[in-house]
């Protein structure tokens, strides 16, 4: 494959990916993880193959730095997106200058993702805490009580943990119970 043949190559797959099952995302947030898996990675590849550095606006680099490629690839990115986007994800896609792909993508992951990662390493961090039983109050009941709502929180962003960790850390503050 030529060099010059390689960026169109690769933003052809980029546009193709619009007619693959599964490419039409409705804007519900449980269909976000597996909907975007699929788009990020032929995202990924189309960048890959075409040896398009994509340049973010970062601290330090100017726009002049993006090249012809990198705003070919912006705007497809866009015009993708709005080709397999609905609902709420379209509002949002919808506040984004046209043409500006990368700019949409990271809006619907901060809306879609937000600062769950941070909320998980925060529940984590506070089930794993020697110091929980104290800081839960206490009590026997307003502890298991709060493990019970770290559980609950955790799975609600998608990070399932098996209930023999949960009861580890119950039986490690609560010996006496085992």
Same mark, same amino acid.
């Given at each position: 494959?030529?060099?010059s043949?390689?960026?169109?190559?690769?933003?052809?797959?980029?546009?193709? %990916? !619009?007619?693959?099952? /599964? +490419?039409? %995302?409705?804007?519900?947030?449980?269909?976000?993880?597996?909907?975007?898996?699929?788009?990020?990675?032929?995202?990924?590849?189309?960048?890959?193959?075409?040896?398009?550095?994509? !340049?973010?606006?970062?601290?330090?680099?100017?726009?002049?730095?993006?090249t012809?490629?990198?705003?070919?690839?912006?705007?497809?990115?866009?015009?993708?997106?709005?080709?397999c986007?609905?609902g709420k994800?379209?509002?949002?896609?919808?506040? !984004?200058?046209? /043409?500006k792909?990368?700019? +949409?993508v990271?809006?619907? @992951?901060?809306?879609y993702?937000?600062?769950?990662?941070?909320?998980?390493?925060?529940?984590? +961090?506070?089930?794993?805490?020697?110091?929980?039983f +104290?800081?839960?109050g206490? /009590?026997?009941? @307003?502890? !298991?009580?709060?493990?019970?709502?770290?559980?609950?929180e955790?799975?609600?962003?998608?990070?399932?943990?098996?209930?023999?960790?949960?009861?580890?850390?119950?039986?490690?503050?609560?010996?006496? %119970?085992?």
């Amino acid at each position: 494959m030529s060099t010059s043949y390689e960026p169109t190559y690769a933003l052809r797959s980029l546009e193709n %990916f !619009v007619h693959v099952k /599964g +490419a039409q %995302f409705g804007g519900d947030v449980k269909d976000w993880p597996d909907w975007f898996f699929r788009f990020n990675g032929v995202l990924e590849y189309t960048s890959k193959q075409g040896n398009i550095s994509i !340049v973010k606006k970062e601290e330090g680099v100017r726009e002049a730095a993006r090249t012809e490629f990198d705003n070919t690839l912006d705007q497809t990115i866009y015009y993708v997106l709005t080709m397999c986007v609905a609902g709420k994800a379209q509002h949002i896609i919808k506040g !984004v200058e046209v /043409g500006k792909g990368l700019e +949409a993508v990271e809006k619907l @992951k901060t809306y879609y993702e937000g600062d769950k990662y941070h909320k998980i390493q925060m529940l984590q +961090a506070e089930l794993f805490d020697s110091s929980i039983f +104290a800081k839960s109050g206490g /009590g026997v009941e @307003k502890f !298991v009580q709060r493990i019970v709502q770290i559980k609950r929180e955790l799975t609600s962003l998608e990070l399932v943990m098996k209930d023999e960790i949960y009861c580890g850390i119950i039986e490690r503050h609560l010996p006496q %119970f085992f």
